[in-house]
């Protein structure tokens, strides 16, 4: 990345849990938006161990006033970061370089949960998506490239097939998740998408549409992830 990145971690055993923030993108924000209190029970259980770094999405997906080319090589940028410093510093951590790793992410974060998931199946083995928006297309005002294909999961996963297909397929499990109620209404369409995509591709995959009193805020998302993480972990 050319500079530090911030990261927060909680526990000190467990299952690894890598957090991807939402559109702020700041280390910090489960802990702020309450996440890790609802799941202090399994952190002190020895169930998992959670690690929450920043990312870069304002120069990336939301970098506005940027080229696409500029904002795509500041994900790859990203991606590299997560891939080559942060997954080989978790495994050494939890001395588990055999097991793979569950991630999760919340609106924006989910995106990011379902990229990786879907694109590096040998080292993400699962993801919770909460409240996800997957056409990562739209947040580039039509515009399209080759780099941007390959990190929109509603636009390179209908394609999969053969061995790259065959891989994902053995290996990743993926859990969306989201409400019915206010602030969801992109979120439901597209996690529809995604829910029709990962069956048709044979993809396993569990997906639910909470209900109208289920909102887009941290208040539902800690329901969320306590119910789905104590099953996961």
């Given amino acids: ?68 080319d500029e904002r795509m090589a500041n994900h790859s940028a990203y991606e590299r970061f997560v891939m080559d410093t942060l997954v080989p510093f978790v495994h050494d951590d939890c001395r588990a370089s055999h097991d793979t ?45 080759s780099e941007l294909y390959f990190n929109d999961p509603l636009a390179f996963t209908p394609n999969l097939s053969g061995a790259a297909l065959e891989r994902v397929r053995r290996r990743v499990h993926v859990t969306a998740v989201v409400g019915r109620g206010a602030f969801e209404e992109g979120c439901i369409k597209e996690t529809a998408e995604l829910a029709a995509c990962l069956d048709a591709k044979g993809i396993p995959n569990h997906v639910a549409f909470w209900g109208e009193d289920s909102r887009h805020n941290y208040t539902w998302w800690q329901r969320q992830a306590s119910h789905y993480l104590n099953q996961i972990f």
Wanted: glycine content about 12%; overall charge positive; aromatic content about 10%.
């Fill in 1 to 68: 990345m050319g500079r530090r990145v911030h990261m927060w971690t909680f526990g000190d055993a467990g299952k690894p849990l890598v957090v991807f923030p939402s559109n702020a993108g700041v280390a910090h924000e489960w802990q702020k938006g309450g996440m890790i209190d609802v799941l202090a029970p399994l952190i002190a259980q020895r169930r998992v161990k959670i690690y929450c770094p920043e990312t870069n999405i304002s120069r990336s997906f939301s970098g506005h006033g940027k080229s696409i």
């Fill in 101 to 145: 790793v569950v991630t999760t992410g919340c609106s924006m974060g989910a995106m990011y949960a379902s990229l990786f998931v879907l694109k590096h199946p040998e080292t993400f083995g699962q993801a919770l998506c909460l409240s996800g928006k997957y056409r990562a297309s739209t947040l580039f005002g039509g515009a399209s490239s």
